[in-house]
């Protein structure tokens, strides 16, 4: 039976109102892409006032807030986007939850998988909607990609293979380089390849991982292979410092999906046969980036009274997460707060 929400203020006709928890690049998108396709964004927060009003100016919000606790407070506030980078993360959205907000958490859910499953617990003990903000799942191609997979178009499928690899900013204070916070190319990029392994897959049973460093020791480019029970495997890179193809392929035994880069945005896909033909080539238009799909389905759970859905639950973010952690064991990269 699927978990439901009790918190049922939001089911009286209303719009859902937004609150965006942080000012920075990625909120910058997302309430971009939530203006455009017409969804309220009620109120904005930010560690000083003046950011919270200058981003509330340039989006039309009603309401500015000078920190987080006063966001979280704000009676006209139904769901919190938690867009501060991944080191904060697991107090924000504690925070926002506590408040008795539902929270649509930035990727990666957490620092690791015991900050997930205490945001994933809190969330289900208050009937509250917690959703990892992975937006390329809710994607038209990854729906029907879906699809295809599912209904054995591609036969026994047995490989995926993607990349997302960048040639990103090297200076060592960048956060990106700063393993005081979360930096290196596993959590920022190669949660993408990862998440969309177990898109397909679902949680390996076998996990081999190889990585290099960058002058701060954080993870400059990382390779995984993810076996799963029946021999599927996984072939999985990122890197922080090199541009590459940021592709993607799904290889069965009757067909093959080779995704255009870059995959994890709004791309095209060509479906072949197992003789090399092209049976499907997939285009579906979409406007601005794509992170509308992911608040649509938050509403959509928010309405229904559910508190999960079949395309990425919480509990498969927990899961992940405790994938990305035995990753980051096998390749010696730890940060402040690990637990042994």
Known sequence: M?????NSGEGSGRPVRWGILGTGF???????????????????????AASAAEFAAKFQIASAHGSYEDLVADPEVDVVYVSTPHPFHYENALLALNAGKHVLIEKPFAMNAGQAREIVDLAESKGLVALEAMWTRYLPHMVRIRELVRSGALGDVRTVIADHNQNLPKDPLHRLNDPALGGGALLDLGIYP?????DVFGAPVNIRALASRTATGVDRQTAMIFEYSDGQQALLHCALDTAGPNRASIIGTEGSIAIDSVWYTP????????DGNVV???????TGRGMQYQAWELERLIRTGALANDVLSARESVLV???????RRQIGLRYEGDRD
């Open 26 to 48: 990625i909120a910058d998108l997302q309430a971009s892409d939530l203006v455009d396709n017409g969804f309220t964004i009620q109120a904005v927060g930010s560690r000083t």
């Open 267 to 274: 791309a095209p896909f060509t479906r072949y046969d197992a």
């Open 321 to 327: 997460m405790e994938t990305v952690d035995d990753v």
């Open 280 to 286: 499907e080539r997939f285009e579906a238009p979409v």
């Open 2 to 6: 699927p978990q439901t929400s009790n």
């Open 194 to 198: 990862v998440s969309f392994a177990f």
